[in-house]
């Protein structure tokens, strides 16, 4: 897992108005939990854009004050109209403690469909699991070679030994759907109905 | 035209919309979405106008969802009627919406065609709208 590094300073005062004077100097407020105490603190907006504008999922290493710690984001608020980030939960990691995050998909291989003149669809951009955040990867790997026009690859066809899959076993991760331009290549082979 | 199949109650009141939409604001299907800056009542037949000028630029490629549904009756009096004897009857149906509100949401084509199509469709609505893009959006991971 990618991991990247942080400081933040603490907020001395908590509330709405000392939350909109930090916006306006440029800082988003954000809480860190999960460990033994919740921490309020500040961060810059424009070190944050890293982690925030990526499919990648980031571990954390902060400095808030001196203190070291490791988190994840676990929650993100952002204004309706403007898009700008308002708040971010962090979530702290504790060893030996398992924690779920979103890992993106990576489809691997050229599909036996797609060389038929299949059109190969991602269903899922991310896979919620279950796990230790040593054992966690970068991406979920999908071997999609095997797949014909009309297979699929689902949820309980993936296998991990460190982690464990939380999205529903049916769920279908990639499938080739069948294109015209197949559908008339099939119908023009002779002896095929 | 989207409307509902049937209704609890045949009339409703005006009702006000203030504040910003703090639901339906953020991309939840595709890559890209079509927002809207301020607040009205959109009608059934504008959302049409806006799907077909949205399709029709993709070219039937890519999928779209529509996050609105127009599920509150606008009532209309006859033209040269006098004051009272009670409430019109329903003409239309409208969704009231609020800044922030995910209108439109696109997928399965590149970013440049679905913002032309974005701005087409924009076109067909009585509000100011702006284009957003999914924030872990890639150009080769879409």
Redesign the interface.
């Known amino acids: 897992m990618k991991a990247i590094s942080m400081s933040g300073s603490l907020r001395e005062n908590v509330g709405k108005k000392a939350a909109r004077q930090s916006r306006r100097e440029g800082l988003v407020p954000s809480v860190l939990y999960g460990g033994k105490d919740q921490i309020h603190f500040c961060l810059d907006e424009k070190s944050l854009k890293k982690v925030?504008?990526?499919?990648d999922v980031y571990l954390i290493n902060f400095d808030i004050a001196g203190t070291k710690k490791q988190a994840v984001i676990q929650d993100l608020q952002?204004?309706?109209?403007t898009?700008k980030v308002l708040h971010i939960d962090f979530l702290e990691i504790t060893p030996g403690k398992p924690v779920i995050m979103n890992l993106?998909i990576r489809l691997e291989g050229v599909a036996l469909g797609v060389l038929a003149g299949g059109k190969l669809v991602k269903k899922f951009?991310t896979l919620k699991v279950k796990g230790l955040v040593e054992n966690m990867p970068e991406e979920i790997k999908v071997n999609v070679t095997k797949l014909e026009i009309g297979g699929t690859v689902k949820v309980s066809s993936l296998t991990s030994d460190t982690l464990q899959f939380l999205d529903r076993p049916t769920g279908i991760v990639a499938t080739v759907k069948s294109t015209r331009a197949a559908a008339t290549a099939e119908e023009a082979v002779p002896g095929k109905k | 035209m989207l409307q509902p199949k049937k209704t609890k109650y045949r009339r409703q009141q005006k009702g006000r919309m203030k504040g910003n939409s703090y639901r339906g604001h953020e991309i939840a299907f595709g890559s890209f979405a079509l927002k809207t800056l301020e607040n009205a009542w959109i009608t059934g037949r504008q959302i049409e106008a806006a799907r077909q000028a949205l399709t029709r630029f993709m070219k039937r490629e890519g999928q779209i969802w529509i996050r609105i549904f127009p599920d509150k009756p606008v009532t209309k009096k006859p033209a040269e009627v006098r004051m009272g004897k009670g409430k019109g009857a329903p003409e239309y149906f409208v969704a009231p919406i609020t800044p922030g509100r995910i209108i439109f949401e696109a997928e399965g084509v590149p970013l440049e065609v679905a913002k032309e199509a974005m701005r087409l469709a924009a076109q067909k609505l009585p509000v100011a709208t702006k284009f957003v893009v999914r924030r872990d959006y890639v150009e080769d991971n879409s």
């Open positions: 925030i504008y990526t499919p952002v204004h309706p109209t898009d993106p951009r």
